[in-house]
């Protein structure tokens, strides 16, 4: 299985943000899963890229040329593609991978969920897209969402269908949840 991870290129405040990334990192690597993401080697997702390659996993990165013209690409993970623009980027996130995790993260990660989960609400994909609510980051988003279904915004099966977690072993379960879990090595 390929997990695609949405998170950012800063670091947040602190250590807190990195070692989230650096845990999914390797709970994904402890399946025997791949990751994608968005190919860079800065923030939250050099830390989940670093952490992923040294236990051993398959990283699989995807950035615009814009973003590796200007050295922000992580060329030490085992396939780096690079591609002409954020949509076309967007797009083979969505080909290469089985799931979508989402972690905390800026404005880009917010924009890469959306889409996820808009093409999955408009049947462009089937696959499971899930939040990571690491330290209760994304309870204000629930509460919007919550707000949207309410007033007859977003339907019932979109807001069901976005799996949550507060901790990634229970949100790696929930994304597949037919026991394909893996016991760690």
């Known amino acids: ?15 807190a943000y990195l070692a989230i990334a650096r845990g999914v ?5 402890a399946r025997g899963d791949s990751i994608v993401y968005g190919g860079g080697r800065a923030g939250m997702m050099g830390a989940l890229a670093d952490a992923a390659l040294e236990a051993g996993g398959e990283v699989v990165g995807v950035i615009p040329r814009a973003l590796a013209d200007e050295e922000i690409a992580h060329h030490g993970i085992t396939t780096l593609h690079v ?3 954020m949509h ?3 797009a083979l996130l969505t080909q290469l991978s089985d799931a979508f995790i989402a972690l905390p993260g800026g404005i880009g990660t ?3 969920l959306f889409e996820a989960l808009t093409w999955r609400q408009l049947g462009i994909h089937d696959k499971p ?7 209760g980051y994304y309870d204000a988003l629930f509460s919007l969402l919550d707000r949207m279904f309410e007033e007859g915004l977003l339907p019932a099966a979109t807001r069901s269908s976005i799996v949550t977690g507060n901790a990634i072993e229970s949100l790696l379960g929930k994304l597949f949840p037919t026991g394909d879990v893996r016991a760690e090595p």
């Open 1 to 15: 299985m390929r997990v695609c991870v949405f998170c950012g290129a800063r670091s947040g405040r602190g250590d």
């Open 25 to 29: 990192a390797r709970a994904i690597v």
């Open 83 to 85: 591609v002409d623009s």
């Open 88 to 90: 076309a980027r967007k």
């Open 110 to 112: 917010m924009d890469e």
């Open 129 to 135: 897209v899930g939040i990571l609510n690491a330290g």
